[in-house]
């Protein structure tokens, strides 16, 4: 007896309250309410109305390539031995599966392969009964009853060997003659950054490391030194003031929501506009799904008004023998996007993130005051002068859960306080991650960024600045370049040193007592 699991779990009220915010989309782009009857096949365009033709011989051609992962190795090898292919993002997809009939893998000719990562692990046939892990979801380690903190930082250092081994050729005989830079986002609490500090520098076996805020790399990728950087990842949104090459902590919003909601968003829009075809598409419990509609919202889906279609193939994974595509007009493609601005219509997190309370920790550097006595460390916010003209709150990262961009970005720059400062950030709007380069979202941004601005601001200008590389990339990009500063050569921590309790002995400077072990090296510029 088979059990089919739906997309997601909403209330009727979420679900109309979903529909509300869909109608105040379509109000804002011009296009019909979901209770309007939208125009047959045969029916002309109405005005404003656009529809691509995106099916292109190419594309036909590389959409009939697709094979699914073979989970065989053809080797034969012992028991101990194990194939681990590599992805390039930490945030990645780890299979495993032992040989099913139990016996001795030494006597198979074919032996499945104990682990496979990234989009091959998205490709493993459905009748294979691998198990789908993800170490780090909405920004944070995965953790919960069944996946406990020590799998979690496994799986994390069994991906980044085999990145360090496969992808860039660094044998762990030679890593001691490397240092590694740890670009981060802000949502990390410190306790799970101390964890990747000592996979990077125990585990892994590098001299040297040092950690940057990825918001601060992303304003240097970018060549700025003071930026509002707004960060759209796949599962969260990060919103941060940088001033003066540093990241201003009071200003850090985290958004949950991203990419991937807007993905799922998109097949929401089309099943209520029954434009989607009879497949059991299902994000959730099929990840080649979600790897399908986020290729379709990268390609197709961007803020304009007016209706906006487009034709394309929509892919069947149901059966491993054959992967079923129908030619499909998608409607609405401008609607997802728009989530961004109103998460109200984005789809429910089918899993919530993890209580807090799995990652509490007594010596978490957020709240631990600072134990050394060090004449450095005399001021009342730490001791860094760079601190002394900010507040500080003893509460962690500012979440919101219905709060739209818009809003966000208007609430991290006035938080600054400075009429001068403000009105730099918000002439330096700075979008980094993948959904950053969805056609429209910058002038839409600026446009009602400038009209959220409280009328008694002497505000009179907002804009998103153009990015000088592809939005991705710009954080790490960033970190190279603070990586080879030389006013930073003394952020660095040293293997030794963290080892024995986390003590910088050349400095006496106590790493686990820091305020935001990210901004560390920001606050060694400034002594």
Not at 495 to 509: L, T
């Amino acid at each position: 007896m088979g059990l089919e699991m739906l997309n997601c779990h909403a209330t009727p009220s979420q679900n109309a309250e979903r529909e509300r915010a869909y109608d105040i989309i379509a109000s804002l782009l011009k296009i019909p309410f979901l209770d309007e009857e939208m125009p047959s096949a045969n029916q002309a365009l109405p005005p404003k109305m656009g529809c691509v033709d995106a099916l292109s011989s190419q594309q036909s051609k590389d959409d009939s390539k697709f094979t699914w992962t073979d989970v065989t190795d053809r080797s034969i090898k012992s028991s101990t031995s194990s194939e681990r292919p590599v992805d390039k993002d930490a945030d990645v997809d780890t299979l495993q599966r032992s040989s099913p009939d139990g016996t001795d893998p030494d006597s198979e000719e074919n032996m499945y392969k104990e682990m496979i990562f990234g989009e091959d692990a998205l490709k493993i046939p459905p009748s294979e009964s691998y198990c789908l892990s993800h170490p780090i979801r909405r920004g944070h380690f995965n953790i919960s009853q069944d996946y406990s903190l020590n799998q979690v930082l496994e799986d994390l250092r069994t991906i980044w060997n085999w990145i360090l081994t496969e992808k860039l050729h660094i044998n762990p005989r030679d890593r001691h003659l490397y240092s590694a830079i740890l670009v981060l986002g802000e949502t990390f609490d410190n306790r799970e950054i101390k964890e990747m500090l000592s996979i990077v520098l125990c585990d892994l076996g590098f001299t040297t490391a040092v950690v940057h805020q990825e918001a601060l790399a992303a304003a240097f990728g970018n060549g700025l030194s003071t930026a509002c950087v707004v960060n759209i990842g796949a599962q969260v949104t990060q919103v941060v003031c940088v001033e003066d090459g540093v990241a201003l902590p009071h200003t850090a919003l985290a958004l949950p929501y991203g990419g991937d909601d807007i993905s799922r968003c998109l097949l929401w829009v089309q099943r209520c506009h029954r434009t989607w075809p009879n497949f059991q598409t299902d994000p959730v419990n099929k990840p080649i799904d979600m790897l399908m509609l986020n290729k379709i919202k990268e390609s197709y889906s961007q803020i304009k008004s007016g209706s906006f279609d487009a034709v394309t193939l929509v892919h069947s994974y149901e059966h491993e023998k054959s992967v079923g595509h129908q030619k499909t007009k998608l409607s609405a493609l401008n609607v997802p996007p728009m989530g961004l601005l109103y998460p109200r219509v984005l789809v429910p997190e089918e899993y919530p993130p993890p209580p807090r309370s799995w990652f509490q920790d007594y010596d978490d550097m957020l709240e631990d005051p600072w134990q050394t006595n060090d004449s450095l460390y005399s001021s009342g916010n730490g001791g860094f002068g760079m601190w002394d003209s900010y507040p500080m709150f003893p509460t962690r990262l500012k979440k919101f859960d219905n709060i739209g961009l818009v809003e966000a970005i208007v609430s991290s720059i006035l938080s600054t306080g400075r009429i001068d400062l403000q009105r730099k950030l918000f002439c330096s709007i700075q979008l980094v991650g993948g959904t950053a380069s969805t056609a429209g979202l910058a002038p839409v941004l600026e446009q009602r960024v400038l009209n959220t601005i409280p009328s008694n601001q002497p505000i009179e200008k907002a804009e998103v600045l153009q990015l000088r590389s592809y939005p991705l990339f710009v954080p790490w990009k960033g970190g190279v370049i603070l990586g080879v500063l030389d006013i930073g050569r003394d952020a660095w921590i040293h293997r030794e040193d963290w080892a024995k309790n986390g003590v910088h002995i050349g400095s006496g400077r106590k790493y686990k007592d820091s305020y935001f072990l990210q901004a560390q090296a920001m606050c060694y510029y400034n002594t």
